[in-house]
């Protein structure tokens, strides 16, 4: 193969390709138009940079443990504890993938059932409710389960149990719909308030979460983020969590990644500070989809507890996901994993970089993790518009609010951008660098389409030429990095 080769035009005779091709012709047989958009999304996957800051290209390996009979089993409960029979192989699956967690994370415990983020959250809010207020209730009632009260003691638990607290960071802010906002279920369950940014700064403000923390009293305190460019000092936020009696529970959905690499240590560390962690398993680990809570240093007590999110908040467990989120913990303890993890930060600094000396306003001035926040209303544009303008021009990025944002949550006046997925194509400072120059050059072309009422705040216009050439410029940077070269053409 020539060094100009694209290895992805080349035939392969890798395990991986074969077993796609094979793959699809069964699933051809079926129901072709399911083979077709297989197809049609490693296509559109592969002719994109990926830029959103919550996805990721898993290893085949952690695809491929996904398609296997493990989908087909039932296996309520816990290993050893199962309500179904015939679990031996699922026990074995959960307790490798719950040991590769906690030796990978350092944390004492780890619950690997949970479907997805906001199931891992329900676990880790209804351990600390029946830590916090169940129990502590039924010892009271002389009562060791709930179905031994009374309906009138039962009313009464509930009640409490619907009646605590819990403060997190603003939407606005970059927290996350999951910590206790009203459209979520988290905002039914708790009275929430949030903490922001520093209005001069946009950076966390420790002094303004402290205040309302002492004011509030809550029974939790939610850290953690997913449009927050900042590292969090989770030693600081487990002090105001101890001043006040609370739970400091951090999800690290977004960058689970950089703590398993050992980007986050210390003070930044969450299992080192917090009482109760959660996480999603893709994202910047780079699993499958999936969810996952672990304890803290400290947080022991509560693990009998998540031990329980069946059947308290979850049904049968996805053992084939389970399966393959012991196949991305394994890959996590890999020496080159610290690099990677490394690369993305390095990779969020040069895009933010990039942009800056292009114009770009970022929100907190800069990154040190893996995302970027921009503010584009300094292109003209809506978030929306960026969004779309550079959809159109080969870059797949999504809107997101700024702290104070002036076209609120659906329009917005941002974007974020990520750099996990170009991370893992192996891109590197320069290649950021280019990705920057196209970014700017397609938002200081857009400009917004003319409404009834004025400019519109969703519709944009631009040339297509502009178009064209970040499309054409994208592809050069996707063909000498591409995704997935081992499984060539399918």
Same mark, same amino acid.
């Given at each position: 193969? &020539?060094?100009?080769?694209?290895?992805?035009?080349?035939?392969?005779?890798?395990?991986?390709?074969?077993?796609?091709?094979?793959?699809?012709?069964?699933?051809?047989?079926?129901?072709?138009?399911?083979?077709?958009?297989?197809?049609?999304?490693?296509?559109?996957?592969?002719?994109?940079?990926?830029?959103?800051?919550?996805?990721?290209?898993?290893?085949?390996?952690?695809?491929?443990?996904?398609?296997?009979?493990?989908?087909?089993?039932?296996?309520?409960?816990?290993?050893?504890?199962? @309500?179904?029979?015939? /679990?031996?192989?699922?026990?074995?699956?959960?307790?490798?993938?719950?040991?590769?967690?906690?030796?990978?994370?350092?944390?004492?415990?780890?619950?690997?059932?949970?479907?997805?983020?906001?199931?891992?959250?329900?676990?880790? @809010?209804?351990?600390?409710?029946?830590? $916090?207020?169940?129990?502590?209730?039924?010892?009271?009632?002389?009562?060791?389960?709930?179905?031994?009260?009374?309906?009138?003691?039962?009313?009464?638990?509930?009640?409490?149990?619907?009646?605590?607290?819990?403060?997190?960071?603003?939407?606005?802010?970059?927290?996350?719909?999951?910590?206790?906002?009203?459209?979520?279920?988290?905002?039914?369950?708790?009275?929430?308030?949030?903490?922001?940014?520093?209005?001069?700064?946009?950076?966390?403000?420790?002094?303004?979460?402290?205040?309302?923390?002492?004011?509030?009293?809550?029974?939790?305190?939610?850290?953690?983020?997913?449009?927050?460019?900042?590292?969090?000092?989770?030693?600081?936020?487990?002090?105001?969590?101890?001043?006040? %009696?609370?739970?400091?529970?951090?999800?690290?959905?977004?960058?689970?990644?950089?703590?398993?690499?050992?980007?986050?240590?210390?003070?930044?560390?969450?299992?080192?500070?917090?009482?109760?962690?959660?996480?999603?398993?893709?994202?910047?680990?780079? %699993?499958?989809?999936?969810?996952?809570?672990?304890?803290?240093?400290? *947080?022991?007590?509560?693990?009998?507890?998540?031990?329980?999110?069946?059947?308290?908040?979850?049904?049968?467990?996805?053992?084939?996901?389970?399966?393959?989120?012991?196949?991305? @913990?394994?890959?996590?303890?890999?020496?080159?994993?610290?690099?990677?993890?490394?690369?993305?930060?390095?990779?969020?600094?040069?895009?933010?970089?990039?942009? $800056?000396?292009?114009?770009?306003?970022?929100?907190?001035?800069?990154?040190?993790?893996?995302?970027?926040?921009?503010?584009?209303?300094?292109?003209?544009? &809506?978030?929306?518009?960026?969004?779309?303008?550079?959809?159109?021009?080969?870059?797949?990025?999504?809107?997101?609010?700024?702290?104070?944002?002036?076209? *609120?949550?659906?329009?917005?006046?941002?974007?974020?951008? *990520?750099?996990?997925?170009?991370?893992?194509?192996?891109?590197?400072?320069?290649?950021?660098?280019?990705?920057?120059?196209?970014? /700017?050059?397609?938002?200081?072309?857009?400009?917004?389409?003319?409404?009834?009422? *004025?400019?519109? $705040?969703?519709?944009?216009?631009?040339?297509?030429?502009?178009?064209?050439? /970040?499309?054409?410029?994208?592809?050069?940077?996707?063909?000498?990095?591409?995704?997935?070269?081992?499984?060539?053409?399918?």
């Amino acid at each position: 193969m &020539t060094d100009s080769a694209n290895p992805l035009e080349i035939e392969q005779d890798t395990p991986e390709a074969q077993s796609y091709r094979s793959a699809l012709e069964v699933i051809s047989g079926v129901e072709p138009r399911i083979a077709d958009a297989i197809r049609s999304e490693i296509n559109d996957q592969r002719n994109y940079l990926k830029l959103i800051a919550s996805e990721n290209y898993a290893s085949p390996a952690v695809l491929l443990t996904m398609g296997t009979w493990f989908s087909d089993k039932y296996a309520e409960g816990t290993v050893g504890h199962r @309500f179904y029979a015939g /679990c031996q192989n699922v026990d074995t699956v959960e307790q490798l993938a719950s040991d590769l967690a906690c030796e990978v994370f350092g944390a004492p415990y780890a619950y690997v059932q949970p479907h997805s983020g906001i199931d891992a959250n329900l676990v880790a @809010f209804w351990a600390m409710l029946a830590a $916090k207020v169940e129990t502590p209730f039924l010892a009271e009632q002389g009562e060791k389960h709930v179905n031994g009260l009374s309906e009138t003691d039962w009313d009464t638990l509930r009640n409490k149990l619907g009646n605590q607290r819990m403060i997190g960071m603003a939407l606005d802010a970059g927290g996350h719909l999951t910590h206790g906002f009203r459209p979520n279920i988290s905002g039914k369950m708790f009275a929430q308030r949030s903490y922001g940014v520093d209005d001069t700064t946009e950076m966390l403000d420790y002094d303004n979460v402290r205040a309302l923390a002492k004011e509030f009293k809550p029974m939790v305190l939610t850290a953690g983020y997913s449009a927050y460019p900042r590292k969090v000092n989770f030693a600081k936020m487990r002090e105001i969590a101890d001043e006040v %009696g609370a739970y400091l529970m951090i999800d690290m959905a977004h960058f689970a990644g950089l703590v398993a690499g050992g980007v986050f240590t210390g003070d930044y560390d969450p299992i080192a500070n917090g009482h109760i962690v959660t996480t999603t398993t893709h994202k910047s680990l780079r %699993g499958p989809r999936g969810g996952m809570v672990m304890t803290g240093r400290d *947080g022991g007590d509560l693990a009998e507890y998540i031990d329980k999110g069946c059947p308290m908040v979850l049904g049968g467990p996805m053992a084939h996901v389970m399966a393959a989120k012991a196949v991305a @913990f394994a890959e996590a303890k890999l020496p080159t994993f610290a690099g990677y993890a490394q690369r993305i930060v390095d990779n969020a600094a040069a895009l933010g970089e990039g942009l $800056k000396k292009r114009g770009a306003r970022l929100v907190t001035d800069g990154t040190d993790n893996h995302l970027v926040l921009v503010d584009v209303t300094s292109f003209g544009v &809506t978030g929306r518009q960026a969004e779309s303008a550079l959809n159109d021009s080969g870059v797949i990025v999504n809107r997101n609010s700024i702290p104070g944002d002036p076209n *609120g949550a659906w329009y917005t006046s941002g974007v974020r951008l *990520g750099t996990p997925a170009l991370t893992t194509l192996g891109m590197g400072a320069a290649d950021m660098d280019e990705v920057a120059d196209i970014i /700017c050059d397609v938002l200081s072309h857009a400009e917004p389409a003319q409404a009834k009422n *004025g400019p519109s $705040k969703a519709k944009y216009l631009m040339g297509d030429d502009v178009s064209d050439r /970040c499309r054409q410029r994208s592809a050069e940077l996707l063909t000498a990095n591409p995704l997935y070269p081992t499984v060539g053409k399918i």
